[in-house]
């Protein structure tokens, strides 16, 4: 059990990271240009996206990231077998990366990702965001059932 907590704590920090770093380019995107106080001056640019894509890459990573937290978090608590653990750990940390990763796709080039077609940016974040929910529901129905368990 240890071992899946440590790589759900792993994973959640390297998440969590990625949505931090993407919020630099949500910030220079609203701002319009690449500002880093202390460092004096700035530079006009101009980033492809929209206000909602840069801020979902900037949250999908830090809410990703807790996620994973949380259930490393309780693990303890639940009483799943070893094979029921690995299912949940995996199942999280294939939901953590593809939703970070297909949500800082979208702004990038354009798409949302919400169907597939549309370019290959499109298709791509859909199955991504396709993986990412059926892990997290297998996860959390495991997960469900290690806490009845305890009842």
Same mark, same amino acid.
């Given at each position: 059990?240890?071992?899946?907590?440590?790589?759900?704590?792993?994973?959640?920090?390297?998440?969590?990271?990625?949505?931090?770093?993407?919020?630099? /380019?949500?910030? !220079?995107?609203?701002?319009?240009?690449? &500002? %880093? *106080? /202390?460092? /004096?001056g700035?530079?006009?640019?101009?980033? /492809?996206?929209?206000?909602?894509? *840069?801020?979902?890459?900037? %949250?999908?990573?830090? %809410?990703?990231?807790?996620? $994973? !937290?949380?259930?490393?978090? @309780?693990?303890a608590?639940?009483?799943?077998?070893?094979?029921?653990?690995?299912?949940v750990?995996?199942?999280?940390?294939?939901?953590? *990366?593809?939703?970070?990763?297909?949500? &800082?796709?979208?702004?990038?080039?354009? &798409?949302?990702? %919400?169907?597939?077609?549309?370019?290959?940016?499109?298709?791509?974040?859909?199955?991504?965001?396709?993986? &990412?929910?059926?892990?997290?529901?297998?996860?959390?129905?495991?997960? @469900?059932?290690?806490? $009845?368990?305890?009842?």
């Amino acid at each position: 059990m240890e071992r899946f907590r440590a790589q759900l704590i792993v994973h959640g920090a390297l998440v969590f990271l990625a949505g931090l770093v993407a919020g630099f /380019p949500f910030a !220079f995107f609203e701002l319009g240009k690449l &500002a %880093l *106080w /202390p460092i /004096p001056g700035s530079v006009a640019v101009s980033l /492809p996206g929209d206000v909602r894509g *840069w801020r979902m890459a900037h %949250l999908e990573g830090i %809410l990703n990231g807790l996620t $994973l !937290f949380a259930v490393a978090a @309780c693990f303890a608590y639940l009483r799943l077998n070893e094979r029921e653990q690995r299912i949940v750990t995996w199942a999280l940390i294939i939901t953590a *990366w593809g939703n970070t990763i297909a949500s &800082a796709l979208g702004p990038v080039f354009g &798409a949302r990702g %919400l169907e597939f077609g549309g370019g290959v940016a499109n298709s791509i974040m859909y199955l991504l965001f396709v993986a &990412a929910i059926v892990a997290v529901f297998a996860a959390m129905v495991l997960v @469900c059932r290690g806490a $009845l368990r305890r009842t």
